[in-house]
């Protein structure tokens, strides 16, 4: 057994080592300090035994009192819709076309399908909608099926080019360099180009217009206006999905795009749906 040391000028007892002449003092701790461990200690069994704590192969302890954040969250919920019943049921009968801006069911259908959109839409089209390269942009007026309450309504619902809803939006771009030589390719990129530049090479618009003409007026329009009908682009409007530099058009002329939006009608509620169409519509680019 080790002989205890005694500090000589505090006469408490020290650790037993040093370190150049100088040792260590073994201070007890404070009484308070103490009784604070063992009061957390004793708080802390408490707790796991009265709240769920302890996880287990297939679950979790239940605790005492029964608790559960979930239950909680749940019964906030059943609150919630209770509260807003009369207004659900106004919106899911309500004309989307003649909804006036200031009511209180407007207010309400924006609140909810802001809502909505950032926890479905925001991946992809942006928290704030103004999209990213392949994800369009909902701030402008530009749309591809177009922008009206009852358009916007029906590309949500059905979703664009799924496999999951037969009313799905759909349209299909050829992949022209299965159908084009190169120089064919180049000749219709410039004159897409020089339908919304002034920086183009003249003698191969001139090819590229014919080109254009016999195989993509068709969609797009003698004038590139595209046709929203179909689902073609305005090519005029220098918006671009994807790009408007020359090697993002070649690609797209090349490769096409085939974009996929899910069909929103099978994954949200109807009055969902109708919520985040009066929002996309009230962003500012809605017709």
């Known amino acids: 057994m080790s002989e205890r040391k005694i500090d000589d000028e505090t006469g408490v007892e020290t650790t037993g080592h040093s370190w150049d002449g100088i040792e260590e003092l073994n201070n007890p701790l404070p009484r308070w300090w103490l009784w604070t461990l ?8 408490a707790y796991t035994i009265a709240y769920p704590a302890w996880p287990m192969i297939s679950g979790a302890t239940k605790g005492m009192l029964g608790y559960s954040t979930r239950a909680e969250v749940a019964a906030d919920i ?16 309500a004309d989307l076309t003649a909804l006036p801006p200031s009511s209180d069911l407007h207010r309400y259908a924006v609140a909810r ?6 926890a479905q839409c925001s991946q992809c089209h942006g928290s704030g909608a103004a999209g990213a390269v392949g994800y369009p942009n909902l701030l402008d007026n530009d749309w591809l099926w177009g922008g009206d309450i009852e358009n916007i309504s029906a590309t949500i619902r059905h979703g664009v080019r799924n496999d999951t809803d037969l009313d799905a939006r759909y ?10 030589v190169e120089k064919e390719i180049e000749a219709v990129v410039e004159y897409v180009v020089s339908l ?6 003249a003698g191969l618009v001139q090819a590229g217009s014919e ?3 016999d ?4 969609c797009h329009g003698d004038e590139g206006l595209g046709d929203q009908f179909l689902g073609a682009p305005n090519l005029v409007d220098a918006i671009w999905l994807y790009g408007g530099d020359r090697d993002t058009l070649t690609e797209t002329v090349t490769n096409a795009r085939f974009g996929v939006m899910p069909a929103w009608g099978q994954r949200l509620s109807d009055v969902d749906v109708r919520a985040v169409s009066v929002y996309v519509h009230a962003l500012g680019g809605g017709e």
């Not at 399908?113 to 950032?118: A, E």
């Not at 195989?215 to 068709?218: F, P, Q, S, T, W």
């Open 38 to 45: 063992y009061a957390c200690i004793v708080w802390a069994i």
């Open 78 to 93: 059943v609150a919630h819709e209770a509260k807003n019943e009369a207004l659900v049921a106004e919106l899911i009968a």
């Open 113 to 118: 399908g802001g809502s909505v959109f950032r």
């Open 171 to 180: 349209s299909e771009m050829p992949a022209y360099g299965d159908l084009f």
């Open 196 to 201: 919304s530049s002034t920086e183009f090479d």
């Open 211 to 213: 080109l254009f003409l």
């Open 215 to 218: 195989n993509c007026a068709a």
